[in-house]
């Protein structure tokens, strides 16, 4: 009964073995490297839209403004027909 008892537990470390290093690590250390790569991702999406709301910021403070447009020289009186 001893060795039964011994292959046993052998069988069952040998099955956690193959659990920690077949499955559990590597799915942790792709879940570090998913978390690092949209972190990254993240960050540089961040760059590019400061980076477009500086662009955006700087031309509308060089735009010199339009003088107004005086409109009523353009209008013309509507009548409605019947």
Do not use: C, H, W
């Amino acid at each position: 009964m001893n060795i039964f008892r011994l292959a046993f537990e052998l069988f069952v470390l040998y099955l956690l073995y193959k659990l920690v290093f077949e499955l559990i690590i590597p799915v942790a250390k792709t879940t570090k490297q998913v978390k690092k790569q949209f972190g990254d991702m993240s960050a540089q999406m961040q760059e590019k839209m400061n980076a477009q709301q500086q662009a955006n910021t700087g031309y509308k403070a060089t735009k010199n403004p339009a003088p107004p447009v005086n409109k009523s020289d353009d209008y013309i009186d509507f009548e409605e027909v019947k």
